[in-house]
């Protein structure tokens, strides 16, 4: 079956969004996050697990996610995958950062 | 919002999104453990902005003016943009196609983003939704229409979806009017959207 | 190993949707074009995006498709065309 992100000849697409949007800086950072990590220097991750990662999300949620969404969440996934992170570790720090910003 | 600032430890503004703590998080960890550095990560900002399609409507010009070069552009896009003091070092695969009176080019990636971004920087946001993705490949002329550019029948439309290892980067038809401009100026009619294919290159401003 | 198929050939998409990482677009499937170029031989996605390395190589060719042979509603007797990247392992002689 054909999944969510295969998406040429997708049926009762609508008329194209042509307005141009500045990146935000975490859209720039998730960006260059990824350039990094998938660096000749660091192999960290490939941008084909990018895109694997991407594809294995939830459908509704690759539907409704903007476009960096996607990439991070993706990249939080691999990184948890190969054991680079937790998700405990990850929550304790967006706690922490929240608390600082608060 | 703090566009200057390319630190992770930025100052707070007044309100941080969930993305921002989300991305800042993950960054530090892995700082944390000597994964990354805020100057690598700087960098690849810098560069990330210093990448736009000035450099692609430079080697377009090139080609208007130059048509051995055109050739060898054709033929092998990254050995030819290697002549311009380009540096393609870390280029990935790149095939050029020439817009003629009879063909008209235009790219999209249905299966994700793939894009010229060695030539062109980051893509626009219409360029990665998903209505162009979905209807390009199979309505191509309503498309091109919607942004402006109405085809003969007798064009032959090809439509280009990068699935793979190869970016594709539209070479625009020299507009009509542009004869005796200098190279600077014939790049300054080349658009990011006439390297996608989606318009034509700009028509000189008349006098 | 040489590339099994050169300029002019004509092919068929395997039809399949394996359960993992592939670059195939669904809308390409089944359907018959010309080989156009040769690219060469690329390491394969569908390792890649599992850590693998990609090895043994893939020949990636482009491949152009009639428009009217896509879409069955594309209008009759225009010339348009469509050009994919495809993997060697999803393409069979037509």
Known sequence: MRRVHDRGGWPDAGSIDRSEHDLAMWEKQTDALLRLLASRDKRILRVDELRRAIEDLDPAAYERMNYYERWLTAIENLLVEKGILTREAIAQRLAELAAQSG | ?207 | ?94
């Open chain 2, 1 to 207: 919002m703090h566009d200057h600032e390319h630190g992770v430890h930025a100052a707070q503004t007044e309100t941080t999104s969930p993305h921002e703590l989300r991305v800042r998080a993950i960054i530090t960890l892995l700082m944390d453990k000597g994964l990354l550095s805020a100057e690598e990560l700087r960098r690849t900002i810098e560069d990330m902005e210093a990448r736009t399609p000035a450099l692609g409507a430079k080697v377009v010009a090139r080609a208007w003016v130059d048509p051995a070069f055109k050739a060898r552009l054709l033929a092998d896009a990254k050995a030819a943009i290697a002549e311009l003091g380009i540096d393609t070092s870390a280029f990935i695969t790149l095939k050029v196609v020439e817009n003629t009176e009879k063909v008209h080019n235009v790219v999209v990636c249905t299966l994700c983003s793939c894009y010229p971004r060695d030539l062109l920087g980051v893509p626009p946001a219409w360029y990665k939704s998903l209505n162009y993705r979905a209807r390009v490949v199979v309505d191509p002329r309503g498309v091109l229409k919607e942004f402006g550019l109405e085809l003969a029948p007798d064009v032959e439309v090809r439509v280009y979806d990068s699935t793979a290892d190869v970016r594709y980067l539209v070479l625009p038809q020299r507009p009509p009017g542009s004869e005796g401009l200098s190279e600077e100026a014939l790049a300054s009619l080349v658009t990011r959207d006439s390297m996608i294919g989606v318009a034509r290159a700009r028509t000189p401003a008349a006098d």
């Open chain 3, 1 to 94: 190993m040489a590339p099994k198929f050169k300029p002019g050939d004509r092919v068929r998409v395997r039809v399949a949707y394996p359960p993992h990482h592939f670059r195939t677009p669904g809308y390409i499937q089944g359907k018959t074009g010309t080989v156009e170029v040769v690219h060469g031989a690329f390491r394969n996605p569908e390792s890649l995006a599992y850590g693998g390395d990609g090895l043994p190589k893939q020949y990636l060719y482009l491949v152009r498709f009639a428009q009217t042979e896509v879409w069955e509603g594309y209008p009759a007797g225009s010339q348009d065309q469509l050009l994919l990247d495809l993997y060697e392992h999803w393409l069979e002689p037509a």
